[in-house]
C-alpha cells in the first residue's frame, strides 16, 4: 500500500514535468509563430482579407501642334456583379441576356461565381446602362470607366493607332506612349469577410488613379487632311493596293502628316481586316525605290565629286555592265547631255556610269549614312528598316542597279527622311511624331527637340544636289510636280513590284515621288508612293507627282510660305525657260517609226503629243517645213488615214539609219519581209516610205556603214526586262 | 470518513474562474460578427448561450464540491453502464441527432447533450474506483490494466463511431494517463503506446478525411481553401498578433470568418490575434496552474481513489489543451477538440466543470502543506 502511494505520487510529479514541456514546447511554437513569422502571417492574412477593386485612370488626351484635339477620352459605365448579393442569377441572367447581347449561360456563370467581383460586360452604351438601371438588379453594379474618342474617324488612324478594351495602347502613338498616356490605376482597396461581405470598420483606401499625359504631336491636322483627301482621290482614280503620303519639315524632322490607304476607322478597327490596322505602310512597307533612290546617287555623287553639274554625258538608250545591258527607260537614249540633264531626264545610263564610277565603298557608305538599311526610329511601332544586299556581296551589277534605285528595298519613311537631308543642307533627322508631352494640368513635362542623326553632306554640297533636284520639276521629268510660285524639287520613280520569289511581277508598278519646296529654302519634305495603281497608268511622273503637287501646294498656302515672284511652270517642258524660244523648222516624221520620230523632234527642240495606237507616224501636224517656235507640240498620229486598210495593206516606213535588228523587228511587226544587203545603218529601201503595199511584201533594205559609232546593242533581240526603268 | 473538511485549494478554484471568464469574454468576442448574420441575427447569440452554460456548470461545480468524492464509488458501476447505454443511444438514428456529418448529440428537449463529455467523467470515475480497489494489481497485466483498457477501447470505439477522433483520443489518453499514474508497468505502456499509435494511424487511413486533415497537416499550402484553410487562417490569426494582440474585440482575421470555427475549437487562435502572444501564455500559464494544484491536490490526498480520481481529471484537461493548442499552432494534425473552459459547447463546459467540482472537494481533504 505504502509502496503504491509513493510510485503515485512519483508518477504524478512525472506527468506535471511532461505537461510542463508539453506547453513549453507549445509556447516555443508560438514564439515562432507570433514572433518570427509574424510580419509575413499578417501580410499574408492582409491579403486574404482585401480585395482590390482597381479605378481606370482617364488616358491622356492626343492633341495636334496647334493644340487641336485629336483623341480624347469619354466616360463610360462598365457594369459589375457581387455574385453573392445576385439573388436570382438564373432570372437575373435571363434578363441580361438580351440587352447585353450575351449568352444566358454565360451570363448564369458569371453571376454563380464564387467569387467577390466579376465583370458582366465593359464600357456600354447609355441607353444600355439605362435600361439595367431600370432594371433593379440586386448584386449588378456600375463603375465609370472611360473609352476613346476620336475627332476625326481615320484620319491618320495608323499613326495615332487605338487602344485595347484595358485602355492599353495596341498600336500607333497610342502604343508608343502608352506609359505616358495610360496615368496611373488607381485602387479601392476594401476589407471584406470571408463571404466576400465588408466588414463593419473594414480598411478602406481609395487611391485615386492619375490622368495620364497629354501628347502634342507635330501633325497637322489641316496639313493631314489634305493628304487624307489626296489619298482618297488617289483610291478613287487608280484603286491601288497601298497609297502612302508622308509630309515632313525638313529642317526639324517633325512630321506634318502621314496617311496611307488602306485605312480604317479608329472607332470601330475591329471591323477592319487585320492587314489594315496592325501594320503602319508609311513605316513598315518594303519597296524598290527606282529612280527616286537616284537622289542618293546623286547626292553620294557631288559630295565624292565625281561627277559635276555640266560633266558631259553621252546615252546611246543602254549601257553594258558585266554582260547584262541595261536600258534607258527612253528607247533610243537621251545622247549626248550633262549630268543635270542626266537627273532631270532621270536616265539611267548615266546613273549607272556615276555609280560605278563611284564605287562600291563610296555608295554604300552614303546609302548607310542617309539611313538606309537601319529603322530611321521614328516613334511609332513596327518600323522596317529596309533590305540591302550586303557590301561584300554586292557585284557591279548590283552596284549599278542600286544606281538606278533597284535591287534595293527602302521604307517610304527612310525615302522622305533622307529627301529632308539633302533639303535642309545636308543633316540627317531623325523623324517623330511627338512634339510635347504634357501633364494633365497642361504644364510641358517634355519637349522633344529635333534630333540629328548624322551629317551626310556637306551644306554645299546639299545645295548642288538641290538644285538638280529643282531642274527635274522645271524642266525634267518631274514636271508634274511644278507649282506655280514655288521652287519645288524633287524627283521622280516608277518600279516594278518585286514578287514573292524575289523577280518582278509584270504589270505591278509602284509610283513615287518624293520631294520638297521651296527648294532654297526648304519648308516641307512629301513623300507619294502608290503600289500597284490599276488603270493602265503607273508611271511616278503620272500619278505621284501630281498628288505631290497638291499636298505641297496647299501646304505651302496653308503655312503661308511666301512664292517667288515671276516664277511660272515653263510651258514646254523640254525646253529651257529661262532660253528664249528659237524658230525652229519641222522636220519630217511620217512613216518614221514613233520611237525615231520623238527622237528627230527633241534633237530640234519640239514637243509632241501622240495621238491613236500604233508604231508607225500616219501624220503630223504641222507639217514638214512650217516654221514654229522651239517647245511647240507636234501632233503625232498613228492611225492609218481613213482606218486600218481592209485590204491588208501596209504603209512602208522609213528605215533611214536604224540597224538591221531594228529594221527585223520593225519590219517583222507590220508583216512585211526583210532583204538585207551590206552591213551597218540603213541608207535605201526599196518600196521607198510611204508607199503601200500589200503584206508580205518584200522590203530591199541595202545598209552602210554608219556615221555614228554607236553599235547596235542586242537589247532589243534579248530584252533585260527587269532593268527597264522608267520615268 | 475520518477527514476534516477544508476550505478547497483556493488557488485552483481562482485559476479556472479566470479561464471560464477569459473563455465567455473570448466566445463573444469571436461570434458576435458571426451572429449578426442570419440565421442567428443576434450578435449575442453565443455570449447568453455560454453564460447560461457556465451558470450550470457552475452550479454543478458548486454541487460537487460539496459532495464528498468517496460517495461517487457507489455510483462508479451505474455511471459506467449509463455512459455505455448514452454512447449506444446516440448512434441509434433518430435518438442522436447529427451536426456536421456526426452524430454527437442527443436531443433533450431544447438542450442537446454529447454522450461523449459525460461517458469521459464516468470512465474517470470508474478507472479511478477500479484501480483504487487492489492497487497491487496494477502491474499485472491481465488483471490490472485489461479490464480498464477493454472499458476504454469499447468507450474509445463507440465515440469514433459518431465520430469524433479527438473526444476519443481524449478519452484514450485520460485513461493511459490514470493507469500510468497508478503505476502501471511501462512496458506494457510502452507496448499499448506502439498499439495506439497504430489505432490512430488506421483510424487516419480508413477515413478519408482524417486522411486529407492528417496531409494538410503536413503542408497546409497545398490545398490552402481547402483542407489546408482552417490550418493555414488559424496561422495567420496567431500571426496578426504578434506580442501585445490586436486588441480585445478587434481581431479581424479571426472574426471575419476567416477562421472556421473561431468560438469552439479554434478559439486559441483567437486570443493569440487580440491578446497577442502575451494572452496566449496566460492562457498557457493558467493551465499549467491547473495542471499543478490539480496534481498536488493528486498527490497530497490520502486515498487512492482521490488521488486517481484527481489524476484524471486533470489528466484530461491537460490533454484536451495540450491537443487543442497544439492543433491550432499546427504543431498537431487538425483534430476536433474543444479548448476546455474557452471554447464554446455546452456539454464540454458542464462536464468539465463538474469534473472540477469533484477535483475541487478532494482538495478539500488532502493535507495541507
Same mark, same amino acid.
Given at each position: 500500500m505504502r509502496a503504491t502511494r509513493i510510485v503515485i505520487r512519483r508518477r504524478l510529479t512525472l506527468l506535471f514535468l511532461?505537461? @510542463?514541456a508539453a506547453f513549453v514546447a507549445l509556447t516555443g511554437r508560438l514564439i515562432w509563430i507570433q514572433f518570427v513569422r509574424a510580419d509575413e502571417l499578417q501580410q499574408k492574412a492582409l491579403e486574404v482579407r482585401m480585395r482590390d477593386i482597381p479605378v481606370e485612370a482617364r488616358r491622356g488626351d492626343i492633341y495636334d501642334r496647334n493644340g487641336q484635339l485629336l483623341v480624347t477620352s469619354v466616360s463610360t459605365e462598365s457594369l459589375y456583379a457581387i455574385p453573392y448579393l445576385v439573388k436570382d442569377p438564373r432570372r437575373t441572367a435571363e434578363q441580361l441576356a438580351s440587352l447585353l447581347d450575351m449568352k444566358e449561360e454565360r451570363l448564369y456563370q458569371i453571376l454563380s461565381r464564387k467569387s467577390c467581383y466579376e465583370w458582366v460586360a465593359r464600357k456600354l452604351k447609355p441607353e444600355t446602362v439605362e435600361k439595367i438601371k431600370g432594371l433593379n438588379l440586386p448584386g449588378l453594379f456600375f463603375v465609370e470607366e472611360n473609352v476613346r474618342y476620336y475627332e476625326y474617324d481615320s484620319l491618320a488612324a495608323h499613326v495615332l493607332g487605338f487602344t485595347g478594351i484595358d485602355n492599353q495602347g495596341l498600336t500607333g502613338i497610342e502604343k508608343t506612349f502608352d506609359r505616358e498616356l495610360q496615368g496611373t490605376r488607381g485602387r479601392i482597396v476594401v476589407e471584406q469577410d470571408a463571404t466576400g461581405r465588408e466588414v463593419p470598420g473594414a480598411l478602406h483606401k481609395y487611391i485615386p488613379p492619375r490622368q495620364g499625359n497629354s501628347l502634342v504631336l507635330t501633325l497637322d491636322r489641316t496639313i493631314q487632311q489634305f493628304v487624307e483627301r489626296e489619298l482618297d482621290r488617289v483610291v478613287e482614280k487608280y484603286n491601288p493596293k497601298l497609297a502612302v503620303i508622308i509630309v515632313m519639315d525638313p529642317r526639324t524632322g517633325e512630321i506634318l502628316a502621314m496617311g496611307n490607304r488602306p485605312t480604317f476607322d479608329l472607332k470601330n478597327w475591329m471591323t477592319a481586316p487585320q492587314g489594315v490596322w496592325d501594320r503602319n505602310p508609311a513605316i513598315w512597307y518594303n519597296y524598290e525605290p527606282g529612280s527616286t533612290f537616284k537622289i542618293i546617287t546623286t547626292s553620294a555623287a557631288i559630295s565624292e565629286g565625281v561627277v559635276k553639274p555640266d560633266d558631259q554625258f553621252f546615252d546611246p538608250g543602254y549601257i553594258k555592265v558585266a554582260d547584262r545591258y541595261i536600258r534607258c527607260w527612253a528607247d533610243g537614249g537621251h545622247g549626248s547631255q550633262t549630268?543635270?540633264?542626266?537627273?532631270?531626264?532621270?536616265?539611267? +545610263?548615266?546613273?549607272?556610269?556615276? #555609280?560605278?564610277?563611284?564605287? %562600291?565603298?563610296?555608295?554604300?557608305?552614303? /546609302? %548607310? %549614312?542617309?539611313?538606309?538599311?537601319?529603322?530611321?526610329?521614328?516613334?511609332?511601332?513596327?518600323?522596317?528598316?529596309?533590305?540591302? /544586299?550586303?557590301?561584300?556581296?554586292a557585284t557591279n551589277l548590283n552596284l549599278a542597279t542600286m544606281a538606278i534605285g533597284q535591287s534595293i528595298a527602302v521604307t517610304p519613311i527612310q525615302l522622305l527622311t533622307a529627301t529632308c537631308a539633302v533639303a535642309n543642307g545636308g543633316v540627317l533627322l531623325r523623324p517623330h511624331l511627338v512634339k510635347e508631352i504634357r501633364d494633365p494640368e497642361g504644364n510641358v513635362l517634355k519637349t522633344f527637340q529635333p534630333e540629328v542623326v548624322r551629317r551626310v553632306l556637306d551644306q554645299d554640297k546639299a545645295r548642288q544636289v538641290a538644285e538638280l533636284l529643282q531642274a527635274v520639276v522645271m524642266k525634267g521629268t518631274g514636271r508634274n510636280a511644278f507649282i506655280d510660285g514655288y521652287r519645288v524639287a524633287g524627283k521622280t520613280g516608277t518600279a516594278q513590284v518585286v514578287g514573292e520569289g524575289g523577280g518582278y511581277v509584270s504589270g505591278k508598278y509602284v509610283a513615287s515621288f518624293t520631294g520638297f519646296a521651296p527648294a532654297d529654302n526648304p519648308r516641307v519634305a512629301a513623300l507619294v508612293m502608290v503600289a500597284e495603281p490599276q488603270g493602265g497608268i503607273y508611271y511616278g511622273s503620272q500619278v505621284a507627282a501630281p498628288v505631290f503637287r497638291e499636298v505641297v501646294r496647299d501646304t505651302l498656302h496653308y503655312l503661308q510660305v511666301p512664292e517667288t515672284p515671276g516664277l511660272e511652270k515653263p510651258k514646254d517642258p523640254f525646253v529651257y525657260f529661262d532660253q528664249p524660244p528659237v524658230k525652229v523648222r519641222v522636220p519630217n516624221v511620217v512613216n518614221y517609226p514613233l520611237e525615231t520620230a520623238q527622237n528627230?523632234?527633241?534633237?530640234?527642240?519640239?514637243?509632241? $503629243?501622240?495621238?491613236?495606237?500604233?508604231?508607225?507616224?500616219?501624220? !503630223?501636224?504641222? %507639217?514638214?517645213?512650217?516654221? $514654229?517656235?522651239?517647245? @511647240?507640240?507636234?501632233?503625232?498620229?498613228? !492611225? +492609218? +488615214?481613213?482606218?486600218?486598210?481592209?485590204?491588208?495593206?501596209?504603209?512602208?516606213?522609213?528605215?533611214? #539609219?536604224l540597224t538591221i535588228t531594228q529594221v527585223a523587228t520593225l519590219l517583222a511587226s507590220m508583216d512585211l519581209r526583210l532583204e538585207a544587203v551590206g552591213v551597218g545603218e540603213a541608207a535605201s529601201q526599196n518600196p521607198r516610205p510611204g508607199e503601200r503595199v500589200r503584206r508580205g511584201t518584200v522590203v530591199r533594205v541595202e545598209f552602210k556603214p554608219g556615221t555614228s559609232s554607236l553599235q547596235a546593242p542586242p537589247a532589243i533581240a534579248r530584252p533585260v526586262r527587269e532593268f527597264v526603268e522608267r520615268p | 470518513m475520518r477527514l476534516r473538511r477544508r476550505p478547497p485549494d483556493f488557488i485552483l478554484f481562482l485559476t479556472v474562474l479566470t479561464l471560464l471568464s477569459i473563455g465567455i469574454v473570448m466566445v463573444f468576442s469571436s461570434s458576435y460578427y458571426y451572429a449578426m448574420f442570419p440565421p442567428f441575427n443576434n450578435p449575442f447569440h453565443f455570449l447568453v448561450r455560454q453564460s447560461i452554460w457556465a451558470i450550470i456548470g457552475l452550479t454543478g461545480m458548486f454541487v460537487m464540491m460539496n459532495y464528498d468524492y468517496w460517495h461517487l464509488k457507489r455510483w462508479a458501476g451505474i455511471l459506467l453502464v449509463l455512459a455505455f447505454a448514452l454512447l449506444i443511444a446516440v448512434l441509434i438514428p433518430g435518438i442522436g441527432t447529427s451536426k456536421l456529418g456526426a452524430q454527437r448529440w442527443l436531443n433533450l428537449g431544447p438542450l442537446s447533450f454529447q454522450p461523449s463529455e459525460f461517458s469521459k467523467l464516468c470512465l474517470v470515475i470508474f478507472t479511478a474506483f477500479g484501480l483504487s480497489r487492489h492497487p497491487e494489481r496494477i502491474t499485472d497485466f491481465r488483471q490490472g490494466l485489461l479490464p480498464y483498457l477493454i472499458i476504454m477501447a469499447l468507450a474509445a470505439g463507440l465515440i469514433l463511431m459518431q465520430p469524433d477522433l479527438g473526444t476519443a483520443v481524449t478519452l484514450a489518453g485520460t485513461i493511459v494517463l490514470m493507469l500510468f499514474a497508478a503505476g502501471a508497468s511501462l512496458v506494457h505502456l510502452g507496448a499499448l503506446g506502439v498499439l495506439g499509435i497504430a489505432a490512430v494511424a488506421l483510424a487516419i487511413w480508413t477515413e478519408p478525411y482524417r486522411m486529407k486533415r492528417f496531409l494538410a497537416f503536413l503542408d497546409p499550402e497545398k490545398d490552402p481553401s481547402g483542407s489546408g484553410w482552417h490550418i493555414l487562417n488559424s496561422l495567420m490569426s496567431l500571426g496578426s498578433g504578434g506580442l501585445l494582440g490586436t486588441g480585445l474585440g478587434q481581431g479581424r482575421h479571426s472574426k471575419f470568418l476567416y477562421l472556421p470555427e473561431r468560438q469552439t475549437d479554434f478559439i486559441f487562435a483567437v486570443i493569440g490575434e487580440e491578446l497577442g502572444?502575451? #494572452?496566449?501564455?496566460?492562457?498557457?500559464?493558467?493551465?499549467?496552474? *491547473? /495542471?499543478?494544484?490539480?496534481?498536488? $491536490?493528486?498527490?497530497? @490526498?490520502?486515498? @487512492? *481513489?482521490?488521488?486517481?480520481?484527481?489524476?484524471?481529471?486533470?489528466? #484530461?484537461?491537460?490533454?484536451?489543451?495540450?491537443?487543442?493548442i497544439g492543433v491550432v499552432t499546427s504543431s498537431l494534425p487538425v483534430t476536433g477538440i474543444t479548448l476546455p473552459f474557452l471554447s464554446f459547447g455546452g456539454t464540454s463546459l458542464v462536464f468539465t466543470l463538474l469534473g472540477v467540482g469533484i477535483l475541487l472537494n478532494v482538495s478539500r481533504y488532502s493535507a495541507p502543506k
Open positions: 511532461l505537461a @510542463t549630268f543635270e540633264q542626266v537627273v532631270m531626264n532621270s536616265c539611267n +545610263p548615266g546613273f549607272v556610269e556615276v #555609280g560605278l564610277r563611284l564605287g %562600291k565603298e563610296k555608295f554604300y557608305s552614303y /546609302i %548607310k %549614312k542617309f539611313g538606309f538599311g537601319e529603322v530611321t526610329g521614328i516613334d511609332l511601332p513596327g518600323e522596317a528598316s529596309g533590305i540591302m /544586299i550586303p557590301q561584300e556581296k528627230i523632234l527633241r534633237e530640234v527642240g519640239l514637243s509632241f $503629243v501622240v495621238r491613236g495606237e500604233g508604231s508607225i507616224v500616219q501624220a !503630223q501636224m504641222p %507639217k514638214a517645213g512650217a516654221e $514654229v517656235l522651239s517647245g @511647240t507640240s507636234v501632233v503625232l498620229d498613228l !492611225q +492609218p +488615214p481613213g482606218g486600218k486598210s481592209k485590204e491588208g495593206l501596209v504603209t512602208v516606213p522609213n528605215l533611214t #539609219g | 502572444f502575451i #494572452g496566449a501564455c496566460l492562457v498557457i500559464l493558467l493551465f499549467v496552474l *491547473f /495542471i499543478w494544484r490539480g496534481l498536488k $491536490v493528486a498527490i497530497t @490526498t490520502p486515498d @487512492t *481513489f482521490g488521488s486517481l480520481l484527481a489524476a484524471g481529471i486533470v489528466s #484530461g484537461v491537460g490533454i484536451q489543451a495540450i491537443i487543442n
